[in-house]
């Protein structure tokens, strides 16, 4: 029997320490199977120590795992697991570089301004690591994201509490009316296969190539536009004055680690104006101590020592003076003052809007309680999309996630598609003057006016990816029947050519076959609301960034969590990538496991993905074994359900761990009980029987060990040793599964 690899990725956080238990169990119920899995480090440091192989000793060093499970992405027999990574941003980063030099990793700090040759080397290696490094090198091929049935017949079942609405609330999302990344696109398809040259040439005529030999292809989009931070900072002052005189919390929400060249500069700017009193004041002092708005508040008051005890005090003085002054911030944890403000990694967009709206569209302020806020999401593109879900909740009341319909999405992502595959050609600009892109024949596609500060960035979509993911969409729509609801602008440059595309496809792809619909964002989403209200389903067919979006926002409102999420990314060449949920919730998770031994983390996407995983290995290799694997998991993961057998919410119920054991008590029954393999029927009629059999003693174990404080022996890069004992504490359960290994 020829075997088939599945590649488990090694990642961070939450998901990282349920792999140490429910690894073990794949492991075991694979083995002899033809199915072996094997696991890759993609993890943060990993990736990090990747970068500095010269630097490490023979037994520290990592391979550029990254880049080999790149190139597997290519190949027909690729059959990957992908568990949710951290997308760092710097203060994330430098935490991590921070902890594996305590562990005495030779790397080197992360130089905050490059004042050397090596520093730009430095600088150039860790801009690897930052931000969306992994997706874009992971994801050839595009999204199909949908609910599990098993699962949404679950929520309904079992509705999760959405608050309450009514037409006098006065949240609201803003976004700005001009000078945003929406208004000033530019786009073109290429007529040639052709090399690009971005170059920027300031007002007093000097000529600078941001960047030269961008290989695009004949039919690929390509858009150029600017940020114009003046515009930029009036609207943050405006939304500070408006939602001061409403008595609105004030909220900013961007995506800083995906979008790790654009967002923390609009988030700088958003602190900056938030406390412009202070910056005005103390500025030269916050620049001498390295105060980098960019990176929050937090690392303000981090550095405010350098300044000495009675500048430090002036300077808290006045932030103080700023706030009482100022709207109130939305918290991100008000118990340790932490606001929306503090770091650009704490308020996500995806994540932090979908519970805005869940919350009747409030926060939590200084206070511990909750208050509506005006929600600054500045950029055009998608800001008014989030208002009309408001707009849809003030007139319609809150969502019954037991009656409501799905929102699926088929999402546009293949060979880094659109704006999270930018991050090599966007610029923060040096001075005042033009942009211009150009061809290999010198002939100019477009150009852009910019001024000192202003964020430019040019992305691109193939014709490959877009004629697939029209495909897939249409496919999606046969299966289910449901229409597809294309989230395309024509008034927006690069969607009006999106748009010529999918309608040339459409009949290719057997669009008469289907309802579809194409509706710029605002109308699509309201469109699919007023469906799922009704119960009737919609698929969502989105570009890149809404499909990030989406796949959070009705999942939380449809499931509670967009943890349990099957996330199929059919690859372009023939193989298979299954992401798991989002990890959104993982420093949380974490954070509650080193204290208590207690982690809620539910595994759900994972098991669903390595169903999704046997089953597309049954298909492409006619291996009969991952067949029945994949559908005994599938009964496992519905008697899981019907079982309630996720993670509970407090110490001393069920945890992530004993929803492992129930699991692989489901999965082995349903592997005693089936008729198709023999061999799998005996082998897993012991097992089942055994892990029955010991069930009282597994659960005295498991529940057992919590209680009390975790020592993993590191957060970004725990002790293997450490994070194995703490996640299989049960000796009974151990030995049973180990056994089979």
């Not at 990747?50 to 520290?60: E, H, Y």
């Not at 006098?168 to 696109?185: P, Q, T, W």
């Not at 076959?513 to 389903?537: F, Q, S």
């Not at 798991?580 to 420093?587: D, E, I, L, V």
Request: include cysteine; proline fraction near 5%; hydrophobic fraction near 40%.
């Amino acid at each position: 029997m020829a075997t088939q690899k599945i590649i488990w990725t090694q990642i961070d956080e939450a998901p990282a320490l349920a792999s140490y238990s429910f690894l073990p169990i794949v492991e075991a119920f694979t083995r002899g199977t033809g199915v072996d899995v094997e696991t890759s480090d993609i993890s943060l440091s990993g990736r990090i120590l990747a970068q500095f192989p010269d630097r490490l000793g023979s037994d520290q060093r990592i391979e550029d795992n990254l880049a080999k499970l790149g190139e597997l992405t290519q190949s027909p027999e690729a059959a990957i697991i992908k568990l949710p990574n951290i997308s760092a941003s710097v203060p994330q980063l430098k935490a991590a570089i921070a902890e594996l030099q305590q562990k005495g990793y030779d790397i080197p700090d992360y130089p905050e301004k490059a004042t050397s040759e090596e520093d730009e080397k430095v600088r150039a290696a860790y801009a690897k690591v930052l931000g969306s490094a992994v997706n874009p090198v992971l994801r050839e091929g595009n999204s199909d994201r949908r609910a599990p049935q098993s699962v949404k017949a679950f929520a309904q079942k079992n509705p999760h509490r959405l608050g309450e609405w009514s037409s006098d609330n006065k949240a609201r999302v803003e976004s700005m009316a001009g000078g945003d990344f929406y208004g000033n696109e530019k786009s073109v398809v290429a007529r040639e296969d052709s090399d690009l040259t971005i170059t920027f040439t300031g007002t007093d005529g000097t000529s600078t190539v941001l960047k030269d030999g961008i290989s695009v292809l004949e039919g690929e989009i390509v858009d150029g536009t600017v940020m114009n931070v003046s515009a930029l900072q009036s609207f943050y002052r405006d939304q500070i004055e408006a939602a001061k005189a409403d008595d609105l919390l004030l909220s900013l929400h961007l995506k800083a680690t995906m979008m790790k060249v654009s967002d923390p500069v609009l988030f700088g700017h958003g602190v900056v104006a938030y406390f412009s009193d202070v910056f005005e004041k103390y500025g030269a002092d916050l620049e001498s101590a390295g105060v980098d708005p960019n990176l929050g508040l937090g690392d303000l008051y981090s550095k405010l020592d350098k300044l000495g005890p009675e500048k430090k005090a002036e300077i808290e003085a006045a932030i103080q003076r700023q706030y009482e002054s100022r709207p109130r911030l939305a918290m991100v944890d008000s118990d340790k003052g932490i606001t929306n403000l503090h770091a650009p990694n704490d308020i996500i967009i995806d994540a932090s809007m979908p519970v805005v709206v869940r919350d009747s569209g409030e926060m939590w302020n200084a206070d511990g309680d909750r208050q509506q806020t005006l929600a600054m999401v500045p950029d055009r593109s998608y800001g008014p999309m989030y208002q009309a879900v408001f707009e849809d909740c003030r007139k319609n009341g809150r969502l019954d996630p037991a009656t409501i319909g799905s929102v699926p999405n088929v999402g546009l992502m293949a060979q880094k598609a659109e704006e999270y595959g930018s991050h090599p050609t966007t610029f923060v600009m040096t001075g005042n003057g033009t942009v211009t892109v150009t061809d290999q024949h010198g002939a100019k596609l477009f150009d852009h006016e910019v001024h000192e500060g202003d964020i430019w960035r040019m992305s691109r979509v193939r014709d490959i990816p877009v004629r697939n993911w029209v495909e897939l969409a249409v496919t999606r729509a046969k299966a289910t029947g449901a229409p597809a609801v294309f989230f395309l602008d024509e008034n927006r440059a690069h969607d009006s050519h999106v748009i010529d595309k999918v309608k040339a496809y459409l009949p290719e792809a057997g669009g008469d076959e289907i309802e579809y619909v194409i509706k710029r964002p605002v109308d699509a989403i309201t469109y699919c609301l007023e469906r799922i209200r009704r119960g009737e389903d919609a698929i969502s067919v989105t570009g890149n960034v809404l499909r990030d979006y989406l796949t959070d926002l009705f999942p939380i409102l449809e499931l509670g969590t967009s943890a349990k999420m099957l996330s199929v990314v059919p690859l372009l060449n023939g193989g298979g990538l299954f992401e798991t949920g989002a990890g959104g919730s993982a420093p949380k998770h974490v954070q509650q496991f080193t204290a208590e031994n207690y982690l809620r983390w539910d595994s759900l996407g994972e098991f669903s993905a390595l169903g999704a995983c046997f089953e597309h290995i049954a298909q492409t290799t006619g291996n009969d074994k991952a067949k029945v694997l994949g559908e005994t998991l599938d009964a496992a993961i519905g008697r899981f359900l019907d079982e309630n057998k996720s993670p509970a919410r407090k110490l001393g119920q069920i945890d992530n761990r004993g929803s492992h054991y129930y699991l692989a008590l489901y999965w082995a029954q349903a592997l005693a009980a089936q008729d198709e393999d023999a061999a799998l029927k005996e082998r897993f009629s012991t097992v089942a029987s055994q892990l029955a059999d010991n069930e009282e003693q597994i659960n005295a174990e498991l529940i057992g060990a919590q209680g009390h404080p975790v020592d993993l022996g590191g957060y970004f890069r725990p002790d293997p040793e450490k994070a194995s004992a703490a996640m299989r504490p049960s000796a009974t359960m151990n030995g049973i599964i180990d056994a089979l290994r």
